[in-house]
């Protein structure tokens, strides 16, 4: 597979056009090939061993929407973007999921299961030591998933805003996923900026790459 690069600049201005978006344009939907490529960047985010501990809920119907802003801190993000993602995780990682990764793997690489076992044991120590800690380990990932996520859609030039301040418990119960093996974690509204929304043309705040990055 052969890759078209971005330039240096197309990359770093992606990165100065992308804010944290306020108010979005409640008009404008994004176009069904661009939310495919932003659904597999969800998809291809990498994790620790490839476990994928996460689901993903996309909300796009104006009721459902709306009902997520209610319990956002009463955010408009959520009833006024396009899409709406909801990024969950697993609360345990246990041996029975393991295997479902396992045999997916096997399949997709055209190998027996039996060749994986090694791999397998590795896994399932490493799961074993971080026993009690595993839901801020999938947490973690589901993280990745969002850097990516953002990242995608300010180079496909989608807005987003993600979003901690939810109600994880109201959230969790309009998913359904009470008494499930996920918890929401974070959500991340995506969609187009509203001409009037201030904050586009705030100077970003950051610190400065000297007080940030060391180069040894
Ligand atoms: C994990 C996370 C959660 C956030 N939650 C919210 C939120 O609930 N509402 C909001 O308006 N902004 C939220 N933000 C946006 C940040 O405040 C914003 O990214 C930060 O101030 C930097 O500004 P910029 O993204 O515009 O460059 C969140 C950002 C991150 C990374």
Redesign the pocket.
Known sequence: MTLATLSVKQLVDSYQW?????RFDPSKQIDAATWSAIEKSLVLTPSSFGLQPWKFFVISSPENKAKLSAI??N?S?PSDCSHMVVLTARKTVDEAYVDSFLAKTAMQRNVSVESLVGYRVVVLGFLKNAMGRHLAWSSNQA?IA??QL?ASAAMLGVDA??????AVAEYDKLLGLFGSEYTTI??CALGYRHSDDH?AS?P???FDACELVTHL
């Open positions: 992308r804010y944290a978006v306020k956002s801190w955010q993000q993280y969002l850097g953002l805003c993600p979003m901690e301040g939810i974070v959500g904050y705030l970003k705040v950051r």
